[in-house]
């Protein structure tokens, strides 16, 4: 730093252009500020859209898992359904089968037929 003969600064600084720098650093400062803040709430508006989207997949999820709860019940009761109707079928089956037995043992065979009842 330049000094004079008597060891001061020859740099001189008035009131004005302290005041002067001081408010061209708050300037500075509040442009900064509101720079960051717009940025800021962009970033906050584009989470918020990304929120809204989760949350809209998030319940549509949540139905499809109830609808899907609604099927598989309907599928519990239409294989008991189909169980219980096997069984009678199977029951049915079982019971032409002794009717056709007891049949053929009570009907006579025509002459000349193969009888496998009866042993030669």
Do not use: Y
């Not at 400062?29 to 962009?42: C, E, K, P």
């Not at 069984?87 to 496998?116: A, C, I, V, Y």
């Amino acid at each position: 730093m330049p000094t004079e003969a008597g060891g001061t600064s020859s740099w001189k600084v008035n009131g004005t252009s302290s005041m002067v720098a001081i408010v061209g650093f708050l300037l500075v400062q509040g442009a900064a500020v509101l720079i960051w803040g717009t940025r800021l709430d962009s970033r906050v508006g584009t989470l918020e859209t990304i929120h809204t989207d989760m949350e809209r997949r998030l319940s549509r999820v949540d139905e499809s898992f109830r609808k899907l709860d609604v099927i598989d019940e309907r599928q519990r009761q239409g294989q008991t359904s189909l169980d219980n109707a096997t069984k009678k079928l199977d029951q049915m089956s079982s019971d032409l089968g002794q009717l056709r037995d007891e049949t053929l043992r009570s009907r006579p065979l025509p002459s000349g037929t193969f009888d496998p009842r009866r042993r030669n």
